[in-house]
């Protein structure tokens, strides 16, 4: 068995307490740190537990968000889907998760889109879940979420999300280490 840390049962413990407070929370969560340090599981664990022990299937969705634009894109040359009909099927749900912020498709277009869902979510009320691998606020000599997004987009993910940083290890590399398949 590959042991937990302490400070990944505290970022655990941290996401298991919203997804039991979830609808009743102030502020989503912003899940930030380095590939592989486990983002995605996290979030999709926050969603199991609320999708599948509280019901609320309709009213969560999960978006990877490169996929996202592609299929955004692929909707323009598309005549039986429009891209309003997909945003409008991304953004009316009360839980929003959008993996990998930063790592899709980069040009004016794209960040129109993102701006467009986050504020389309917030202002519906909607609570928003977001993993990048790009930190929120500048730190060392990485890129920041403001390079790889707009200023807008880190401006609403702050008034939107409250930020969980990721214990600094790849979990692949622990489990590679330990001689176990993923
Ligand atoms: N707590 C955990 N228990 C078991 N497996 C885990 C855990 N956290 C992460 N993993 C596994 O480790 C691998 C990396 O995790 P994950 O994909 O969530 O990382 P990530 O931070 O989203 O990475 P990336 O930035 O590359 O998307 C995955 O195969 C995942 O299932
Ligand atoms: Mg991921």
Same mark, same amino acid.
């Given at each position: 068995?590959? =042991?937990?840390?302490?400070? *990944?049962?505290? &970022?655990?413990?941290?996401? @298991?307490?919203?997804? $039991?407070?979830?609808?009743?929370? %102030? ?8 590939? =592989?340090?486990?983002?995605? *599981?996290?979030? &999709?664990?926050?969603?199991? @537990?609320?999708?599948? $022990?509280?019901?609320?299937?309709? %009213?969560?969705r ?12 692929a ?18 749900v ?26 389309r979510?917030?202002d ?49 590399d ?9």
């Amino acid at each position: 068995m590959v =042991g937990i840390s302490d400070s *990944h049962r505290r &970022v655990c413990d941290r996401v @298991r307490r919203w997804a $039991e407070t979830w609808p009743n929370v %102030r502020a989503g969560l912003a899940l930030t740190g380095i590939a =592989g340090s486990g983002k995605t *599981h996290l979030a &999709v664990a926050l969603l199991q @537990r609320i999708v599948v $022990e509280r019901q609320a299937t309709r %009213r969560a969705r999960f978006v990877f968000l490169p996929q996202l634009m592609r299929e955004i894109q692929a909707s323009w040359k598309d005549p039986d889907r429009t891209e309003e009909a997909i945003l409008a099927e991304v953004c009316g749900v009360e839980l929003l998760v959008l993996d990998q912020l930063g790592a899709e498709a980069s040009g004016a277009w794209v960040q129109e889109r993102v701006e467009h869902i986050l504020t389309r979510c917030f202002d519906g009320g909607g609570s928003l879940v977001t993993t990048s691998i790009y930190p929120i606020e500048p730190a060392g000599a990485g890129m920041a979420l403001d390079e790889r997004t707009s200023g807008s987009v880190v401006s609403l993910l702050k008034e939107a999300c409250r930020v969980v940083k990721m214990p600094e290890d790849d979990y692949r590399d622990t489990v590679l280490k330990h001689g176990q398949d993923l």
